[in-house]
């Protein structure tokens, strides 16, 4: 069974730092893309980025609202997806969800999986 | 960026009505999108891809359909568990976005 469980959220003040991790199981962690969406209190959906697998280099995708500020990376070694944010604003603040894609192709690079989320305050 | 603009944004509906929403992208997509289903408190969970392709798991009364940039998720037979909100996603270009939701109500 496919598992992506979050950690790292919390209460943070504007201009500041966090990293969020999630830890995956159940599949072939390093076969997949993988993203972070958000979703602010209320609101939709919205893509943050997304971090392509070894055999693509390991390139990345951002959002145009996070990109230069917000990071993805992981560690294949130890099945984890990271996201480090920086420069923090209050509309960041969200439930953060660590998602899978299903394959490489355009055809097939939808979300195929999700982590529970975890929730991150940007507040003074 | 490409916009997915989905309508209605609210849907009145009933237990066995037949409801279909609408995704409209601004640029065609091919058939690169996919229809999530969200409930309270939950993270969402993938419907269809590909336009029109049923995920594993997901009953037959859901349904997808288009191509470019108008496509369609039609459910037949509402269920009681299916009064949620829906969301759409296009997969063709970077950076990928989502349509702005579609609360179906009972």
């Known amino acids: 069974e496919v598992q992506l469980v979050e950690s790292g959220g919390g209460l943070v003040q504007p201009g500041g730092s966090l990293r969020l991790s999630c830890a995956a199981s159940?599949?072939?962690?390093?076969?997949?893309?993988m993203d972070w969406v958000r979703q602010a209190p209320g609101k939709g959906l919205e893509w943050v980025g997304r971090?392509?697998?070894?055999?693509?280099?390991?390139?990345?995708e951002y959002a145009a609202s996070v990109k230069g500020r917000f990071t993805i990376s992981r560690d294949d070694s130890k099945n984890s997806l990271y996201l480090q944010m920086n420069s923090l604003k209050i509309e960041d603040t969200a439930v953060y969800y660590c998602?899978?894609?299903?394959?490489?192709?355009?055809?097939?690079?939808?979300?195929?999986?999700w982590g529970q989320g975890t929730l991150v305050t940007v507040s003074s | 960026d490409i916009q997915l603009t989905q309508s209605p944004s609210f849907l009145s509906a009933s237990v066995g009505d037949r409801v279909t929403i609408t995704c409209r992208a601004s640029?065609?997509?091919?058939?690169?999108l996919a229809w999530y289903q969200q409930k309270p408190g939950k993270a969402p969970k993938l419907l269809i891809y590909?336009?029109?392709t049923l995920q594993s798991g997901v009953p037959s009364r859901f349904g997808g359909s288009g191509s470019g940039t108008e496509f369609t998720l039609t459910i037949s037979g509402l269920q009681p568990e299916d009064f949620t909100t829906y969301y759409c996603?296009?997969?063709?270009?970077?950076?990928?976005?989502f349509g702005g939701g579609t609360k179906v109500e009972i």
């Open positions: 998602t899978r894609a299903a394959g490489t192709t355009w055809s097939t690079a939808m979300v195929d999986s």
């Open positions: 159940g599949f072939t962690f390093s076969d997949h893309y």
């Open positions: 971090i392509r697998n070894k055999a693509n280099s390991y390139t990345t």
């Open positions: 640029q065609g997509i091919s058939n690169y």
């Open positions: 590909a336009a029109s």
């Open positions: 996603q296009q997969l063709n270009r970077y950076p990928l976005t």
